[in-house]
């Protein structure tokens, strides 16, 4: 027995069709008078596209000649993935409300929030930046200034990508954050993706990529990156989905630095023809 939900209709060349329709609503009754008195016939008839609709003349005769606003037949047909992102986005939202436990200093783990806000600072823009600047400084070898200079690069490039696509998507911080963040850019008021997701993904992999570590220390940098992410959502900054696609982005943009590569002979090249 079909489900209620999708209920087959005879279509022209007489095969059976199956028509999704929305049971959820009910039709107002100036569409059910319309189009006569059966109410499933006329929830079937609405849910056509309305090409389909417009091309049949025996449709318009049944109708009494007058055609459906397409509003009404978006409302009676959405679409699977239109269901599907906003089941997502309902997902996310509750999620992220029930995980931000250290939001306030009288949330549920309000105590932690001092050690969560310490995570923070340790995937903040600030100390990573003028940490490879120190570091490139300090460097007597050639390699390591390598590194150091492409670590630099990775870290601009990541706030320019990121602040772009806050400023694009302009999604609002969750209701519950308190926005006590320290050294901001306007665009930080924003929520989607999230800076330090990013920033950690890309880093954690820069060093496992570039830094001779012994393994705890490897699983230490990949610790590190998943708690960072992780306290955004507890500290309440963020949604689940900002960290989620942060760390997306964070690998993918490790990807481009990799292809961006400053190397010294390219530097030369590059400087020795601008002089
Ligand atoms: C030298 C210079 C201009 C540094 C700017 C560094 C800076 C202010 C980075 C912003 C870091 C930040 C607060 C990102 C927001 O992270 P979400 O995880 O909350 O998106």
Redo the contacts with the bound molecule.
Sequence with gaps: MPSPKARSAPSAGGAERYEFISLSRTPPPHLLQRQGSDPTAARLRASESPSRRRGSGSSSSSTGGQQLPEEDCMKLNPSVIGIALSSLLAIDLWLSKRLGVCAREDASWGSVRPLMKLVEISG???PW?AGAAYSLYKSDSAAGQEVMLNLLMALVLD?VLVGTMKAVVRRRRPAHNRMD?F???SV?GYSFP????TRAAMCARFLLAHLVLAAPLRVLVLLWATFVGFS?VLLG??HVTDVAFGFLMGYWQYNLVEMLWLSPVMLQSTFGQLQ
């Design positions: 903040h823009g600030i930046l706030l963040m050294a901001t850019f930080d999230s800076g330090h997701a955004r900054r963020h």
